[in-house]
T-cell receptor, first 115, second 115 residues
Framework: KAGVTQTPRYLIKTRGQQVTLSCSPISGHRSVSWYQQTPGQGLQFLFE???????NKGNFPGRFSGRQFSNSRSEMNVSTLELGDSALYLC??????????????FGPGTRLTVL | AQSVTQLGSHVSVSEGALVLLRCNYSSSVPPYLFWYVQYPNQGLQLLLKYTSAATLVKGINGFEAEFKKSETSFHLTKPSAHMSDAAEYFCAVSPNSGGYQKVTFGTGTKLQVIP
């Protein structure tokens, strides 16, 4: 089975711009979660989508949004970028049937740099 | 509220020596516990997962971890370190119900293997 793929792998944006990141989960997985990883804050949960619906949400401002398509692929959008949004954004997929106890499979991440 | 503490942000071992990475958790209910490894510019890969089936959990790449309720610990060990083990390791705790927004990740331990 192919693993979780994320595109692009690297992005450089300037403050005020917006960005869209893409994630393709493992075939058959219906849950896609997004995480932000920074040296200072570590791994922080952004949100989870399951069957095209946001099922869980972390404590991030509304500038961070996402969606999931019928083929389970997911996109994450960040509007009005700030310097503090520079991070590694990780996508993780799982079957989605056992909540937070399901094993998640992570993609390689998208490294976003905001200048 | 649950939490997880990883003692030692950096650990150095000689090649062939025992690897011991420490993780202590707090949880009001028996949790699920995970160890992940992250190589540079990569996502997280699951090493092993505790689900209360057995206190000694064997994972990939020769790693294992023992759940000790009395010590609220879930330390990761490997008898003989290999150069390829150099990476960052994350411990995570999840309650036995609820979504991924309830998973708490540790701050990570970077393992250096000295030839």
């Amino acid at each position: 089975k192919a693993g979780v793929t994320q595109t692009p792998r690297y992005l450089i944006k300037t403050r005020g711009q917006q960005v869209t990141l893409s994630c393709s989960p493992i075939s058959g997985h219906r849950s896609v979660s997004w995480y932000q990883q920074t040296p200072g804050q570590g791994l922080q949960f952004l949100f989870e989508y399951f069957s095209e619906t946001q099922r869980n949400k972390g404590n991030f401002p509304g500038r961070f949004s996402g969606r999931q398509f019928s083929n389970s692929r997911s996109e994450m959008n960040v509007s009005t970028l700030e310097l503090g949004d520079s991070a590694l954004y990780l996508c993780a997929s799982s079957p989605g049937l056992a909540g937070g106890q399901d094993t998640q499979y992570f993609g390689p991440g998208t490294r976003l740099t905001v200048l | 509220a649950q939490s997880v503490t990883q003692l030692g942000s950096h650990v150095s071992v000689s090649e062939g020596a025992l690897v011991l990475l420490r993780c202590n958790y707090s949880s009001s209910v028996p949790p699920y516990l995970f160890w992940y490894v992250q190589y540079p510019n990569q996502g997280l890969q699951l090493l092993l997962k505790y689900t209360s089936a057995a206190t000694l959990v064997k994972g990939i790449n020769g790693f294992e971890a023992e759940f000790k309720k009395s010590e609220t610990s879930f330390h990761l060990t490997k008898p003989s370190a290999h150069m390829s083990d150099a990476a960052e390791y994350f411990c995570a705790v999840s309650p036995n119900s609820g979504g991924y927004q309830k998973v708490t990740f540790g701050t990570g331990t970077k393992l250096q293997v000295i030839p």
